[in-house]
């Protein structure tokens, strides 16, 4: 059974600072690439940042200069360390696995930036 279990969300205020970290479980990891995605109220899921198997990266406009993904193969967990949040990082972050074939969601950890 395939898992995706994020963790890390929380409320911070403007200027502050989270990790969000995602556990997997059920697939052989190492060969998956790996995102983070967010949907806020109203709005479409979007990407936020992903990492290749591989270990190359991307991210959106939005996050770029601020948030960094990262990747553990030994512990199967993908991180989001998001720096400088602003209120509009206000969402749902999932993360996501992504391999030849199959594509796998998390259940999503609500991170919250306000005062």
């Known amino acids: 059974q395939v898992q995706l279990v994020e963790s890390g969300g929380a409320l911070v205020q403007p200027g502050g600072s989270l990790r969000l970290a995602c556990a997997a479980s059920?697939?052989?990891?190492?060969?998956?690439?790996m995102g983070w995605y967010r949907q806020a109220p109203g709005k479409q899921r979007e990407l936020v940042a992903r990492?290749?198997?591989?270990?190359?990266?991307n991210y959106s406009d939005s996050a770029k200069g601020r948030f960094t993904i990262s990747r553990d193969n030994a512990e199967n967990t993908v991180y989001l360390q998001m720096n400088s949040l602003k209120p509009e990082d206000t969402a749902v972050y999932y993360c996501?696995?992504?391999?030849?074939?199959?594509?796998?969601w998390g259940q999503g950890t609500q991170v919250t930036v306000s005062s």
């Open positions: 996501n696995a992504l391999g030849t074939v199959r594509n796998y």
């Open positions: 059920g697939i052989r990891f190492s060969i998956y690439h």
């Open positions: 990492i290749s198997s591989g270990g190359g990266t």
